[in-house]
């Protein structure tokens, strides 16, 4: 299974930008949104499950970033509004397919996921 991120860019603070994510041919069961600075850890950004549409974000992009699915095209997406310079990061889509494995309390863990995108730069300049 392939995940294709896209979307990315520069963009000056205060301003927006839209990931999408794509898998071939599968259906998520869960999708998720994690972000990677140099040095560190990859973080959690956001995730949804497909059945229900529930969704989870981290503290730090509440009501701000808005994760949505669509079914038809097997993408899940990622709206960044009010994007401050702390969010510059490597983007990383995540997914897990079929029968779903990923338990609510892990949803926010990488190590649940085996599926990943390549990755989408996101700069955000002050």
């Known amino acids: 299974v392939q995940l294709q991120a896209s979307g990315g860019g520069l963009v000056q603070a205060g301003g927006s930008l839209r990931l999408s994510c794509a898998a071939s041919g599968r259906t998520f069961s869960t999708g998720a949104w994690f972000r990677q600075t140099p040095g560190k850890e990859r973080e959690f950004v956001a995730g949804?499950?497909?059945?229900?549409?529930?969704?989870l974000y981290a503290d730090s992009v509440k009501g701000r970033f808005t994760i949505a699915k669509d079914n038809a095209k097997k993408a899940v997406y990622l709206q960044m509004n009010s994007l401050k310079p702390e969010d510059t990061a490597v983007y990383y889509c995540?997914?897990?397919?079929?029968?779903?494995?990923?338990?609510?309390?892990?949803?926010?863990?990488?190590?649940?996921?085996?599926?990943w995108g390549q990755g989408t730069q996101v700069t955000v300049s002050s």
């Open positions: 949804i499950r497909w059945s229900g549409s529930n969704t």
């Open positions: 995540a997914a897990d397919f079929g029968p779903s494995r990923i338990i609510w309390s892990q949803l926010s863990s990488a190590s649940a996921y085996d599926y």
